[in-house]
């Protein structure tokens, strides 16, 4: 299953999430969404019990605020996220 996960990263998340972005996360290329955040790594392939991303997309972080703020993610964006992180958060 081949998952393109930037399209999202590119509507929902680099408003906020660019170079320099909060939480020192960047989601604008691969290299950054798997490197950056104040927390980073905020993926950890093929877990998401364990991925800060996944973690605050279903609001059981323990460091920083939800995700999104305004909870503009649909139930299936946040679902293709998780899948893609589940899958091994392939770079494609």
């Given at each position: 299953?081949?998952?393109?996960?930037?399209?999202?990263?590119?509507?929902?998340?680099?408003?906020?999430?660019?170079?320099?972005?909060?939480?020192?996360?960047?989601?604008?290329?691969?290299?950054?969404?798997?490197t950056t955040g104040d927390n980073a790594p905020v993926i950890i392939p093929g877990d998401i019990d364990n991925s800060l991303l996944a973690q605050k997309l279903l609001n059981q972080q323990t460091e920083g605020d939800n995700l999104p703020p305004t909870r503009d993610l649909t139930e299936e964006e946040i679902q293709l996220v998780l899948d893609w992180i589940a899958a091994g958060a392939p770079d494609n």
């Open positions: 299953m081949a998952l393109n996960i930037f399209p999202v990263f590119d509507r929902r998340c680099n408003i906020c999430h660019e170079e320099d972005g909060d939480g020192g996360w960047d989601g604008t290329t691969y290299e950054s969404v798997m």
